[in-house]
């Protein structure tokens, strides 16, 4: 067990049997009263902001967590499949760890794995992906006076929202975390 004292912004906590990241942690001392931490941590299981105060000295339990790059090689049931690029080990991880990015993950992508004692706690896909359209319908000739967006299929299955000029084969780069359109991949 660790004291408040051993706290940092972006430790790992376990808090009301949640595994929590400290997103930030101030000492106050209000005038003649007691000095305590404020806290600010976001809980891994469904990304939620929590606010807390701890007494100074408070004892409470800090987790260590190495976080990994790891290939995704393939899926098997519930997990996925990925591999250390040094050691060449493979791991699995459970899909629900990725949340809705799941839907743009494809083979050999390279992803962040929190562990903590062998134990996949977290997961988080690269920042931007670059995928190709499969499928959209064809754009209404002369509609570009303001930014007009379409349906697409990516590869993978995963549906965005693109521009009109957005053509099947085209390779868009997608942001993983907001599911939007960021632009045309020219090759």
């Not at 009301?16 to 976001?42: S, V």
């Not at 809980?43 to 408070?58: A, P």
């Not at 064809?138 to 929202?161: F, Q, R």
Request: proline share 4%.
């Amino acid at each position: 067990m660790a004291s408040t004292a051993d706290v940092n912004i972006g430790s790992y906590i376990r808090f009301n049997n949640d595994i929590c990241q400290i997103m930030e942690w101030q000492h106050r001392t209000p005038g003649n009263l007691r000095a305590f931490y404020q806290g600010k941590m976001r809980v891994l299981r469904n990304g939620k902001l929590n606010e807390h105060r701890w007494r100074s000295g408070e004892t409470m339990e800090v987790l260590r967590v190495e976080i990994h790059e790891l290939q995704y090689l393939y899926r098997e049931g519930e997990n996925l499949v990925c591999m250390d690029p040094e050691s060449f080990e493979q791991k699995y991880v459970p899909a629900e760890l990725f949340g809705d990015a799941m839907r743009f993950m494809k083979e050999e992508m390279v992803v962040q794995v929190g562990f903590e004692s062998d134990t996949p706690i977290f997961a988080r896909p690269p920042k931007m992906v670059e995928l190709e359209v499969v499928y959209t319908e064809n754009a209404v000739k002369g509609d570009t006076s303001n930014k007009v967006m379409k349906s697409a299929t990516l590869a993978g299955g995963a549906e965005i929202s693109v521009p009109s000029f957005v053509d099947i084969g085209t390779i868009v780069r997608v942001d993983t975390e907001t599911g939007e359109y960021m632009d045309r991949v020219k090759k």
